[in-house]
């Protein structure tokens, strides 16, 4: 059991992004899709483990961060005429600064209010799509923009390689400096401070490398998919993401993947349910978290219970 | 060391220091003695930067420490041991410890040589370093508030209320250790409601009651001194 685990946690990444790639060979084109769709939203998800999971900040916000991509990305190749590569480094920048500008009200606000202004956030940022018709086309959707390569394979297989270099790079900063003032941050702010960390400074990096990832995670979507429109962003989809990143263990990032994997192509394998699908899908899914998450939520309320007065 | 000069501070409207006066001299251990809500927590957070004063001067050796934010007074070198421990109950001993070298940006071999100095002045952290740190009994728990706040190579250790909470025994051991510390050179600034055990350990000591400085001097003196002892800290 220890010795799996192990070989788990150093080859598990590996097994995953190899299984990835040879996943072509096997599907149908619907099925392709749905596994690109995965990916692209793992990507999104490794954002919300360095969030959620290492630094504590709830969003509900995603699908907006992910807009912002996707639009910038077809924005910058339609109407600027810029090359994807160009277009991508620009979508990243863009989100990066948005989500680092959403990052400022979550100095004061916790909890709750955090929550509630992230969703906020993302209904801003789904109406201005919508509205915004000159530059967006807004319910007619946007169209027409070339994707990151040139088949839909390409863009897979750089998809996935992407993904993998990303889960290294997350999990490197679980383990760095930065990322144990993240757990810390996560663990008791005023202690953190009193550490010498820089609580505002950490949420702000939190939050960008968070924008980050989605940003580009919209990049790929819009490449997977050429067509993009504002009813794609909503509430709902954040909520899916959030469920993606619980799901995964808040701060596994292989796990995470996995998990990303699996809420997206689980409603796909129940549609022969028809309508229980959704149905068996939820029931799954709480299952699942009940079985594993109160396990784990025991354990942990178990370690803290024997804290001191704080 | 350190100068505290005329400070004042309030929560929002209530003021809970008035003006008061306090100096650390290098080397010593100096108390800040009173019962609950004279203002003793409220000073060290004020100097660790937590809380903002509404008025006076906080001086580090020839340095004015009174607009900084705590990461930055940490890297002036004062640790802060806050009331209630505060270790992070979901990480491990050994990642609490590191999180204390934050400010230091120790390379690899700094960070081990530090953790080991940590580990020699208490073995009972070293023997439990994977351990999460909310699983520990109480005074391990304040052996590793105590030991995260050393990583950080402090010139002034700030203790609040160590013995909180702790059985007699385990009290004196965390007492020796601090006066351990001290010896190896660094100063040390100590809230303690035990005013028999503080005047014990300390050099020089401060009484505060509802915010005021109502008495200081050195320590022996001041506990000679049956009357203030019975008036502000309960003794006899």
């Known amino acids: 059991m220890n010795n799996l685990r192990v070989f788990w946690n150093r080859y598990g990444l590996l097994i995953v992004a190899v299984l990835l790639l040879l996943v072509p060979q096997f599907t149908t084109q619907y099925e392709f899709y749905v596994v690109q769709r995965g990916v692209q939203n793992a990507m ?54 948005v989500g680092t500008l959403l990052g400022f009200p979550a100095f004061r606000l916790s909890g709750p209010f955090l929550v509630v202004t992230t969703v906020g956030f993302g209904e801003i940022v789904r109406i201005l799509i919508l509205n915004w018709e000159p530059l967006t086309r807004g319910p007619y959707g946007l169209s027409g923009f070339r994707a990151v390569m040139p088949t839909t394979r390409g863009v897979y ?30 663990e008791d702010e005023v202690a953190a401070e009193v550490m010498g960390v820089n609580v505002r400074r950490v949420k702000l990096i939190s939050n960008a490398l968070t924008a980050a990832l989605a940003g580009l995670s919209g990049v790929f979507l819009a490449s997977l998919t050429g067509y993009l429109n504002p009813d794609s962003f909503t509430a709902n989809e954040s909520t899916t993401y959030l469920l993606m990143v619980v799901m995964g263990g808040m701060s596994n990032v292989v796990g995470s993947v996995i998990s990303s994997l699996f809420v997206t192509v689980l409603p796909e394998v129940l549609r022969f349910l028809a309508e229980s699908r959704l149905l068996v899908y939820s029931l799954i899914l709480l299952v699942y978290l009940r079985i594993y998450h109160v396990r784990s939520s025991k354990a942990r309320a178990k370690s803290a219970g024997s804290r001191g007065r704080s | 060391m350190l100068k505290i000069e005329n400070l004042t501070v309030a929560y929002e409207v209530a003021p809970v220091l008035h003006s008061i006066n306090l100096e650390v001299k290098e080397g010593q251990v100096v108390a800040l003695l009173g019962a609950n809500g004279a203002g003793k927590s409220t000073t060290l957070k004020t100097i660790s930067g937590l809380v903002r004063p509404l008025e006076g001067s906080i001086r580090f050796g020839e340095t004015e420490i009174t607009s900084l934010r705590p990461d930055q007074v940490v890297e002036m070198g004062i640790a802060h041991v806050p009331e209630g421990r505060m270790v992070f109950p979901g990480l491990t001993v050994e990642e609490n410890l590191k999180i204390g070298s934050y400010t230091r940006k120790f390379s690899q071999s700094e960070l081990r040589a530090e953790l080991e100095s940590v580990y020699e002045l208490f073995p009972r ?31 002034l250790l700030m203790l609040d209320e160590p013995s909180l909470g702790l059985a007699p025994v385990i009290i004196d051991s965390i007492m ?5 510390i001290n010896q190896h050179g660094t100063t040390i600034l100590l809230i303690e409601q035990n005013a028999h055990l503080a005047l014990e350990l300390s050099h020089y000591a401060y009484v505060l009651s509802v915010g005021k400085v109502v008495s200081h001097g050195l320590s022996s003196e001041l506990a000679k001194d049956k009357d203030m002892l019975a008036a502000y800290l309960g003794g006899s």
Do not use: D, F, N
């Open chain 1, 44 to 97: 999104l998800v490794l954002g919300l483990v360095i969030l959620i999971g290492y630094t504590g900040l709830m969003t509900l916000g995603s699908a907006a961060l992910l807009a912002t991509g996707a639009y910038t990305y077809g924005i910058l190749l339609l109407r600027l005429g810029w090359p994807p590569l160009l277009g991508t480094i620009g979508a990243v920048l863009v989100t990066t600064l």
């Open chain 1, 157 to 186: 297989y750089v998809m996935v390689v992407v993904l993998a270099l990303l889960a290294v790079v997350t999990e490197r900063i679980g383990r760095s400096r930065l990322g144990l003032a993240m757990k810390a941050v996560k």
């Open chain 2, 125 to 155: 952290l070293a023997e439990r370093k994977r351990q999460l740190a909310g699983t520990m009994s109480g005074g391990e728990q304040q052996m590793l508030a105590i030991g995260r706040a050393l990583m950080c190579k402090p010139r």
């Open chain 2, 176 to 180: 020796e250790k601090i006066m351990e």
